[in-house]
C-alpha cells in the first residue's frame, strides 16, 4: 500500500503538476491531525514519509519529567517509565512510540483525508492561476465544451482549465457549437478563493486583433514594423496604425500581404469584421488625414491642442464621418485628437 500511495503522488505531480515535495508536506500535517484527533489535541506527532524508500511512518513524542511531575501523559512520561523503556533516556530527553495508524477509527482519519483534499485543490488552483497568468495579454485557442442558450455565454476547455466566455466578449454576430476550436486573448486573471482562478477571455478587446497582426505578420513579429495604436468597434470595424523602422519595407503593404493572404486570414478569424491599416505619422495632421481613410481629405488642421479641424469634399462627408459617427469616433481614438469635420 505504501508503494501504491507514492505512486500516486508521482502520478499527481507528472498529470497534475502538484510538486511531490508539497504533497508530502500537507499529507504529513495531515496525519498529525488525524493522530491528535484520536489522541487527544496535546498530543506531539512526528510524521516521516521517505519517498526512496516508499515507507510511512507515525511516532508519538513524549518528553521525560521526573518521577511524579507527570501532568500530561499525552506529552510526557516519568523518568523511570522512559528508562523502562531504555537505559539512555534522561531528563528533558523526548521518547519517540511509534503508532499503527491502521487501528484509527474513521472519525479520527475523516479530517485528515479532507486535510489532504483541500491540499490538492488548493494546489491545483495555484497551479492554474500561473498557468494564466504566464499567458495573460497573449491568444489562446480553446475548445468550446458548452453553450448557455439562456445567457449566451461559452464554457471553454483552454487545456489549462475551464473558463467562460461570456456574451459581451464575443464579437456580435458569432454563432458557436459544441466542439468548435476558436482563438481568444486573456485580459485578465484573478485569483479565486473556491474555485480556481477567475479569468476573463475576450474576442473584443482591441489587443486581440493587435495580436492576431503579431501572429500573422512577420516583419512586426521580428520588429520591423510597429504597431503605434489600435481603435475597434468590434463585429464592425478596426483602425490599426503602423509604422515601418526599415525604409525599405512599406508597412501598410506587408501587413496585407500579396493579393492580400495576410490580412485575408485576419478578417476570417474576425468573422468579417473591417480593418483599416494606417501609415502612422509624428505629424498629427497627416496622421489623422490617413486614419480618416476610406474617405480622402482635403486639408487638417491643428487648431488648438489635439484639436483637429478637418476639411471634405461635400460626396466625402457623410464617409468621413462614417454611420453613426463610428469612422470619425474611431480616428479620435486612434490619434488621441477632438476630430471636427466640415465640408
Known amino acids: 500500500m505504501n508503494a501504491e500511495f507514492f505512486n500516486a503522488l508521482d502520478l499527481l505531480e507528472k498529470e497534475n503538476g502538484i510538486p511531490k515535495e508539497y504533497m508530502i508536506a500537507q499529507i504529513e500535517l495531515a496525519l498529525a491531525n488525524s493522530c491528535r484527533k484520536e489522541l487527544g489535541p496535546t498530543t506531539v506527532i512526528r510524521v516521516q514519509l521517505d519517498p526512496n524508500k516508499k515507507d510511512m511512518r507515525v511516532f508519538q513524542q513524549r518528553t521525560v519529567v521526573p518521577d511524579g511531575e507527570v501532568t500530561d501523559d499525552k506529552c510526557e512520561i516519568s523518568l523511570s517509565a522512559a528508562k523502562a523503556l531504555s537505559r539512555r533516556h534522561k531528563l528533558g530527553g523526548v521518547v519517540e512510540t511509534e503508532l499503527k495508524t491502521k487501528d484509527f477509527r474513521r472519525l479520527s482519519v475523516q479530517p485528515g483525508k479532507q486535510m489532504i483534499v483541500q491540499a490538492i485543490r488548493t494546489a491545483e488552483r495555484e497551479r492554474q492561476t500561473k498557468e494564466y497568468e504566464n499567458k495573460k495579454e497573449e491568444i489562446i485557442t480553446a475548445m468550446v465544451d458548452k453553450v448557455d442558450n439562456s445567457t449566451g455565454n461559452l464554457i471553454l476547455d483552454t487545456g489549462t482549465g475551464y473558463a467562460t466566455l461570456l456574451k459581451e466578449e464575443q464579437i456580435p ?143 466625402q462627408l457623410s464617409l468621413a464621418i462614417g454611420k453613426e459617427g463610428q469612422n470619425a469616433k474611431l480616428v479620435a481614438r486612434l490619434t488621441g485628437c477632438k476630430i471636427d469635420i466640415k465640408a
Open 173 to 315: 454576430g458569432e454563432v458557436y457549437d459544441v466542439g468548435d476550436r476558436i482563438k481568444v486573448f486573456i485580459s485578465e486573471v484573478k485569483s479565486g478563493e473556491t474555485r480556481g482562478p477567475i479569468v476573463t477571455l475576450s474576442r473584443v478587446h482591441p489587443n486581440f486583433v493587435k495580436r492576431l497582426f503579431e501572429l500573422e505578420i512577420p516583419e512586426i513579429q521580428d520588429g520591423t514594423i510597429v504597431i503605434k495604436g489600435i481603435a475597434r468597434e468590434a463585429g464592425s470595424r478596426t483602425k490599426i496604425a503602423v509604422e515601418s523602422r526599415d525604409e525599405n519595407v512599406e508597412a501598410v503593404g506587408s501587413c496585407i500581404g500579396k493579393n492580400g493572404m495576410r490580412i485575408s486570414a485576419i478578417l476570417d478569424e474576425l468573422s468579417g469584421e473591417k480593418i483599416d491599416i494606417i501609415k502612422y505619422s509624428d505629424d498629427i495632421c497627416e496622421f489623422v488625414a490617413e486614419a480618416l481613410s476610406p474617405a480622402k481629405v482635403l486639408s487638417v488642421t491643428l487648431e488648438e491642442e489635439r484639436i483637429c479641424r478637418v476639411t471634405v469634399s461635400p460626396d
